[in-house]
C-alpha cells in the first residue's frame, strides 16, 4: 500500500488533489490530508511514526513557506518522499533546495500526477526491499539490510548490530523481522541471524565474523546451517 499526505492551507486544493488520485491511481494507496502545518508536522513523526511515503506539499502557503516546511520534515523522516506543488513557476530552481521527487505546476495535469505516482510508487518498493524498518520508541527507522551485521534476540528485545558497530535495539520479534530481510540472513540458532556477507570462516558450532565476533550455531541448526552456508558461497563464485 502507498500511503500519499497532501497538505496544504486550501481545503478546495486539498479536495481537489485528492480527487485526482482517486481518478488516477489504480493501486492499494491511502491517503492522508491536513490543512494545519502544526497538526501535519505532529502527525507525521507522533501518529504515522514515518510511515508516509510522500507527501505532496504546496510552495506557496499564507503563514510559511513549503520548502522550509519540508527542510523540517526531512530531518525527522528523512525517506519521506516530497512532491511540490505551486501555481508560480519561479520556484523551480528554489525546489532543489529541499531534494524533491517531483515537482508539478498547477493546474496540475493528470498525466503528469500519474507519471510522478508510479515513479514514486517505484522507488519506495526498491528502498523496501532493500531496507529494514523498524520501530524505535514513536519513530520508525529504516537501516540498509547491507549495513547489518547481524541480530540477537534476548526475551523480548532485538539488537540490531550494523557494520559499525553500532547497536539498535527494538521491541520486535526475530521471526517477524527475518520476514523482512533478504536470503543471505540465515538463521544460525534461534537467538540470532547473521548476515552472512560479514562472515570469515564456519567453525562448526560458531561463525566468525570479519569484526572478530563470534555468532553461536545451535545443535538443532547445525546441518542446516552448514548446508546454507556452503550454499551461500558456491552463490558467490
Known sequence: ML?????????????????????????????????????????????????????????????????AVAKRIAERCPYLKIVYFTGYIEYCQSIFDGKPSGFLLKPIEADRLRSTLERVAEEVEQERKSC????????????????????????????IVTRE????????????????????????HQSFLVN???????????FELYSGEEIPVSKQRKKATRESFFRYIEGQL
Request: proline fraction near 1%; include cysteine; hydrophobic fraction near 40%.
Open 3 to 67: 500511503k500519499i499526505g497532501i497538505y496544504d492551507d486550501d481545503a478546495q486544493m486539498v479536495q481537489s488533489l485528492t480527487r485526482m488520485i482517486d481518478k488516477v491511481w489504480d493501486s492499494d494507496y491511502r491517503i492522508y490530508t491536513w490543512l494545519n502545518v502544526t497538526e501535519m508536522e505532529s502527525c507525521l513523526v507522533d501518529d504515522l511514526r514515518g510511515e508516509l511515503d510522500v507527501l505532496f506539499l504546496d510552495i506557496q502557503l499564507k503563514d510559511t513557506n513549503g520548502i
Open 132 to 159: 529494514l524498518d523498524v520501530q524505535v520508541q514513536k519513530h520508525m527507522l529504516r537501516i540498509l539490510t547491507k549495513d547489518i551485521q547481524y541480530l540477537e534476540s534476548e526475551k523480548r528485545i532485538v539488537r
Open 196 to 206: 552472512l556477507d560479514y562472515v570469515r570462516r564456519f567453525e562448526g558450532d560458531h
Open 165 to 188: 558497530s553500532d547497536a539498535v535495539e527494538v521491541y520486535q520479534k526475530l521471526n517477524a523481522l527475518a520476514e523482512q530481510l533478504p536470503d543471505n540472513f540465515l538463521r544460525c
